[in-house]
């Protein structure tokens, strides 16, 4: 278990939606079901149903500053591809307003969608059926970059400082809060786990150190910077 100051919260989805990190910023769960991992363990993964299904998490704005450092990673097994999968969003309200979302091929973190203030980058969707890491960092100096498997996928480092959750829009797992209809929308279906957020920017290297621990059903202990 994961057990350092730099983890905000992980939500290993082990039967429970407990934050496993101590913080206890335990998820809401709208619909879904537990069901098996990537390891074919029973009760150890959340699985949704694209239809009507997905997880709130806390307001992350609050717990971590994310003007600043931090990287959201989590493993996602998806039935579908195109614009339903919407992994993670933080509020979608339309152009010229605040956006973040992380979907299987594109990713935006803006203060104004479509115009300087705009972290976006796209990437090539990967092959459905199968379980993959996805890794978000964030770095002040370096701005977005994204990690598929543990490799280093694209990087936008032009944009604009910003409250990333305006108070009308919670964080959620697995579908788009659409803050310019005020409704919950394009839901993911497919599987998600070990889900967490960590107030750090990690570094390539560690990156590939938690997709290694990843795949072979390693527990991950101590320290996040010697995973």
Known sequence: QLNNESLVLYYMFNNNNYDSSNNNYHAMMHGGKYSNDRFNTLNSS??????????????????????????????????????????????????YTKQFFLTSYIVRLSNSAGTSSDWQLYITEPNKNMWHMYTATFNTNNGLKIYIDGKYVNHDSV?????????????????????????????FKGKFDDFMVLNKTLADYEIIQLYSSGINCQELEGNIDSV
């Open 46 to 95: 959340i699985m949704l149903n694209g239809v009507n299904e997905y997880i709130e998490t806390p307001d992350l704005d609050k717990i971590t500053n994310f003007n600043k450092n931090w990287t959201i990673s989590f493993w996602y097994y998806h039935n579908s591809t195109g614009v339903n999968n919407y992994l993670f969003s933080g509020g979608d309200g339309g152009s």
């Open 159 to 187: 944009g604009g400082y910003s409250d990333y959750y305006p108070n009308y829009r919670k964080p959620l797992l697995g579908a788009r809060n659409n803050g310019y209809n005020k409704i919950i929308d394009t839901y």
